[in-house]
């Protein structure tokens, strides 16, 4: 079984509706279907437009709200990254059938080369940079956090819904479980700010060793920056290589965020827990998509792939730690 398309428009009704919005003659409509939303690349003679697609929750236009704010900051400090097409009535989105409905501008580049890196180097400058930019364009920050407890909580919550499934779904839950329970959580000191929340290699756009696009703010939410940090080490490649980054490469991004956003102590010493919760949480939720939603049938390739990695988080934290101390 395959991601679900959520968009509630067939391709006809897409390009009338865009029209009627948008004021906007489309000519070519290209699919693309994800786990949490529908991206329709949209072509006119001149332009192509990205429309997004989510599901209406209780906190999405919130979520989009920032999404613009941070664009806009990001882009005032000559960071890429698309902006969002006002439509009729000065409306930035739009709800059809509980679906939310926003139009950005195309951004251009190549992916990310594997085994490169200069632009491992360059990835993790970019994110230092950002969040520089995001401790002061916060934007509105109510909402949810998410600290150490709060993403323990909500892993644990989805373990439950593993655990239902009586195979593999609940032999990952106690796997992952015991790692989690020799872990010291961290004491949570450093003050939460706006932080991209998935930056990986998928929603990066490059030109040579530059970075030409930053993509996909959708996951933006209030939370410790190491977050963004240790979770671009241990997932930055997934699902465009079949292997993790290698300990060397960690560290070419880690390095490249540390000289232009230096982590204080706390974070350095509490990198390998950090790291370690990060690979969890992303196992998490691959086996949430493999044991309880049962869709996209390579996530089971890509669990067998990065299990190995929670032995050796110890050992990769204190190398990483090293790298940077030394």
């Known amino acids: ?42 072509s006119t003679s001149t332009q192509r ?22 664009a806009t900051g990001l882009r005032n400090h000559f960071m890429p990254v698309a902006d969002c097409v006002m439509g009729k009535g000065r409306q930035y989105f739009f709800e059809i059938d509980k679906k939310i409905l926003s139009l950005w501008t195309f951004l251009v580049g190549s992916g990310f080369e594997i085994g490169n890196q200069k632009q491992l180097q360059v990835a993790g400058a970019t994110l230092g940079k950002m969040h520089r ?18 993403r323990v909580a909500q892993m644990t919550h989805s373990w439950q819904a593993m655990a239902t499934d009586n195979g593999q779904g609940k032999a990952l839950v106690a796997n992952l479980s015991k790692y989690l329970d020799k872990w010291v959580s961290p ?16 929603n990066l756009l490059f ?6 696009g930053i993509l996909d703010l959708d996951a933006v939410c ?24 290698q300990v060397n490469e960690m560290a070419a991004l880690l390095k490249g965020y540390h000289d232009h956003n230096p982590l204080d102590t706390n974070d350095l010493a509490d990198l390998p827990q950090w790291l ?6 992303g196992l998490t939720l691959w086996g949430q998509i493999c044991y309880v ?7 089971q390739k890509w669990l067998d792939g990065y299990l190995p990695l929670l032995e050796q988080v110890e050992v990769i934290g204190g190398v990483l730690q090293d790298g940077l101390i030394g």
């Not at 693309?32 to 991206?39: D, E, I, K, N, P």
């Not at 930019?133 to 709060?150: I, L, N, P, R, Y």
């Not at 004491?187 to 998928?202: G, T, V, W």
Request: glycine share 6%.
């Open 49 to 70: 437009f990205v429309l997004k697609c989510v599901v209406q929750k209780e906190d999405t236009q919130l979520a989009l709200s920032r999404q613009i704010t941070l």
């Open 133 to 150: 930019v995001f401790a002061h364009e916060q934007g509105d920050k109510s909402g949810t956090t998410w600290g150490w407890s709060d």
């Open 222 to 245: 209030i939370s410790p920056r190491v977050w963004d940090v240790v979770y671009a080490l241990a997932f930055f490649q997934a699902v465009i290589a079949d292997r993790p980054l």
């Open 187 to 202: 004491s949570e000191k450093e003050p939460q700010i706006m932080i991209h929340n998935d930056f990986r290699a998928q």
């Open 293 to 299: 939603d049962k869709v996209q049938p390579n996530v």
């Open 276 to 281: 370690g919760l990060a690979l969890l949480k």
């Open 1 to 42: 079984m395959a991601y679900k398309n959520i968009l509630p428009l067939n391709e006809y009704e897409l390009i009338e509706w865009v029209a009627e919005s948008y004021g906007l003659v489309v000519d070519g409509v290209d699919l693309r279907v994800g786990y949490m939303s529908t991206v329709a690349i949209l």
């Open 207 to 212: 030109h040579g060793n530059e970075i030409s």
